[in-house]
């Protein structure tokens, strides 16, 4: 059973840095791309950054690009979103998400989300 | 980059069909999505691939009463014989090369 576990929410200030992660189980780790979804209050779905299976391509969403860093650990099946210069804007459920494929395709997975409040 | 259009709101009876709609912008007519469903207060759970054909394949544990369809640059979410427990929000969702889309999201009521 594939399983997917986010840690590291919190309340920040604006300005400052969180750390995400998120623990895979249930399916082969690196042979996958690995995603961070987000959802603000009330608001959609956004998609905020992708890494492949293997680590080599990131790829972010131009809302965090140069603030955000996404990795990840095949070796401890471990996703992370190194997340910096936080802004009021970036409040959000941040959701943890399985691709379909190595390299991209859909999302077939979901973690159950770990919340950010950046607030002063 | 494609652009996914979802209207906002949907509604239809206890027991009855509905039919959602996301519509992909011009020149990403033949593009792969997925829909998702999202209960209040929950992560999203996928619903099923869809392609371009009306091929679909559903997740794991999707009810039979959840169907795809699709027709030119729009891609359908049929849920047949309504259940007070379908009313919540459906996202389609897709990608190109190095950028994701999601949709702005349906929400439905059942009457």
């Known amino acids: 059973e594939v399983q997917l576990v986010e840690s590291g929410g919190g309340l920040v200030q604006p300005g400052g840095s969180l750390r995400l992660s998120c623990a895979a189980s249930?399916?082969?780790?690196?042979?996958?791309?690995m995603s961070w979804v987000r959802q603000a209050p009330g608001k959609g779905l956004e998609w905020v950054s992708t890494?492949?299976?293997?680590?080599?391509?990131?790829y972010y969403a131009d809302s965090v690009r140069g603030r955000f860093s996404i990795s990840r650990d095949n070796s401890k099946n471990t996703l992370h979103l190194q997340m910096n210069s936080l802004r009021a804007e970036d409040t959000a459920m941040y959701y943890c998400?399985?691709?379909?494929?190595?390299?991209?395709?859909?999302?077939?997975?979901w973690g159950q989300g770990t919340l950010v409040t950046v607030s002063s | 980059q494609p652009v996914l259009t979802q209207s906002s709101s949907a509604s239809a009876s206890l027991g009855s069909s509905v039919k959602l709609t996301c519509s992909l912008s011009?020149?990403?007519?033949?593009?792969?999505i997925a829909w998702h469903q999202q209960q209040p207060g929950k992560a999203p759970r996928f619903l099923m691939k869809?392609?371009?054909?009306?091929?679909?394949n559903k997740g794991s544990g999707v009810p039979d009463r959840f169907s795809g369809s699709s027709s030119g640059a729009d891609r359908y979410l049929t849920i047949s014989n309504l259940q007070s427990e379908d009313e919540t929000d459906y996202y389609c969702?897709?990608?190109?090369?190095?950028?994701?889309?999601f949709g702005g999201g349906t929400k439905l009521t059942v009457l």
């Open positions: 998400a399985k691709a379909s494929f190595t390299n991209n395709g859909w999302h077939d997975y």
């Open positions: 869809l392609e371009g054909s009306g091929s679909y």
């Open positions: 969702e897709t990608w190109d090369s190095n950028t994701w889309v």
């Open positions: 011009s020149g990403h007519s033949n593009y792969i």
């Open positions: 890494i492949s299976g293997r680590g080599g391509s990131t």
């Open positions: 249930g399916f082969t780790f690196s042979n996958y791309a």
